[in-house]
């Protein structure tokens, strides 16, 4: 029962495109947590929210912004995809900073 | 920014025998640092903590952290097949987790 959701598991999108990663977590956590992964960074920190306030930005590009409607959710909104940004996008959320809970991840694929 | 060197990029044991994974943070400031471990098609798992100076043991797993060096290292004896898989220390400082390149262990039966 996986207890932070991600959707959809996979993505193929195009050049120039948008696409929203979704995530859900159900463990009552305060803070959420976006990661990429790819064959060049193997485990990169992209932003954190807590309580629904951006605690920390690490993406350098305003491609990417996080969008949290309510204080389980944080999507991931990517505009202008480029195909460098192909990568498995990992949701993950803790309490009070401590461990990381991640959920299985969005493998987006850039054509 | 804080910088992590993990090494080996790849380790092969057999089964039964010890692994040892290495790291080396560079922020001073880094407070708590943690082991997580990723099979494939899954996300990271947190494996275990280690925030004081000297070693944490669970089960067949030992972390040691030294501060002075900011060298952390995970002890894996008795490797089983099912601990094969892509290894990450990360070291935080406030709200982030800063992750190494990750160890990719392999236990041949």
């Known amino acids: 029962d996986p207890k932070i959701i991600q959707k959809p598991k996979y993505l193929v999108a195009v050049t120039g495109s948008e696409k929203i990663l979704i995530c859900e977590q159900y463990?009552?956590?305060?803070?959420m947590y976006w990661y990429r992964q790819s064959a060049k960074k193997p485990l990169e920190f992209m932003f954190s929210?807590?309580?629904?306030?951006?605690?920390d930005n690490q993406t350098a590009s305003s491609r990417f912004q996080p969008q949290s409607s309510k204080k389980n959710h944080l999507d991931l909104q990517i505009t202008a995809l480029k195909p460098d940004d192909s990568a498995t996008y990992f949701c993950?959320?803790?309490?009070?900073?401590?461990?990381?809970?991640f959920g299985h991840g969005t493998k987006l694929s850039v054509l | 920014q804080q910088k992590v060197q993990q090494s080996p990029e790849s380790l092969i044991v057999p089964e039964g025998g010890m692994a040892s994974l290495n790291c080396t943070f560079s922020?001073?400031?880094?407070?708590y640092f943690w082991w997580y471990r990723q099979h494939s098609g899954e996300g990271p798992k947190a494996l275990m903590s280690i925030f004081s100076n000297g070693d944490k043991k669970e089960g067949r797993f030992t972390a040691h952290l030294n501060k002075a060096s900011l060298h952390v290292s995970l002890h894996i004896k008795d490797s089983q097949p099912s601990d094969s898989a892509l290894y990450f220390c990360a070291g935080g400082v406030g709200a982030k987790l800063t992750f190494g390149g990750g160890t990719r262990l392999t236990v041949r039966p």
């Open positions: 929210y807590s309580y629904q306030k951006l605690m």
């Open positions: 993950a959320s803790s309490q009070d900073r401590q461990r990381l809970f």
């Open positions: 922020d001073r400031n880094s407070q």
């Open positions: 463990l009552g956590h305060n803070a």
